[in-house]
């Protein structure tokens, strides 16, 4: 045993009495280890030891339960409480209930604030945010002045035209892309002769010229 563990051991029974008695309800000795350990490195054996001890002398009380023993001080050292006492301790004991739940209750709110407020932005992050935000919105302003002064605005009419034109290149792109593998694959004084033939599967005069088509590339087109 080392020296400071002798020592505590040595003054475990004086601790324990003092500590019965400020408590003053009945602990077992596991109780009493696990809440003086920490604060004056007591071992178990020597908790056990020193309330045997004090069972002992007569200056604390045992009782047993099935194989266990509690301790507790001798009831016969505190004064008589009478009825009066009593109440007024239950009194005592409700108004500080009271007041605890009351200062928790205020805890949890300053706690919420404070949350609240170390996640809002600072004064200076405020202000770079502000300065970040005018920016851009003069950004945008300008980009809308000069969209409305330009003078070479699409016309509804020019726009329906213009879809309409690509509607029709669409719907027709297929058949022509056809056509133009079988031409280009051919002689100019056989063309005449052939004229809009296709061929279900245009590879091998594409393979032949070497033209790159829209399956080569992944490219889908719309439904026309």
Not at 74 to 86: E, G, K, N, R, Y
Not at 122 to 133: A, C, D, G, R, S
Request: proline share 5%; net charge negative.
């Amino acid at each position: 045993m080392s020296k400071g563990r002798a020592e505590a051991a040595a003054g475990a029974p004086g601790i324990l009495l003092k500590y019965l008695q400020e408590q003053n309800r009945p602990y077992s000795a596991q109780d009493v280890f696990g809440n003086l350990q920490r604060e004056h490195g007591l071992g178990k054996a020597a908790v056990v030891k020193a309330l045997e001890q004090l069972a002992q002398q007569g200056k604390i009380k045992e009782k047993v339960y099935g194989k266990q023993k509690i301790y507790f001080a001798d009831q016969d050292q505190f004064d008589m409480v009478s009825d009066a006492d009593l109440q007024g301790l239950d009194a005592k004991i409700v108004a500080l209930t009271a007041k605890v739940q009351s200062l928790q209750q205020s805890c949890r709110h300053m706690e919420a604030e404070l949350k609240e407020l170390t996640s809002a932005l600072t004064t200076p992050e405020m202000q770079k945010e502000i300065q970040e935000l005018k920016k851009e919105c003069a950004g945008y302003t300008e980009r809308l002045q000069n969209i409305k002064a330009a003078t070479n605005h699409v016309t509804p009419e020019e726009k329906e035209q213009a879809t309409e034109l690509f509607d029709a290149i669409l719907e027709g792109y297929p058949r022509s892309k056809k056509q133009f593998f079988v031409s280009a694959a051919l002689p100019p004084w056989l063309r005449a002769f052939v004229g809009p033939v296709s061929f279900s599967s245009p590879s091998g005069p594409q393979e032949e010229v070497g033209i790159e088509t829209d399956e080569d590339h992944k490219v889908t087109l719309p439904d026309p």
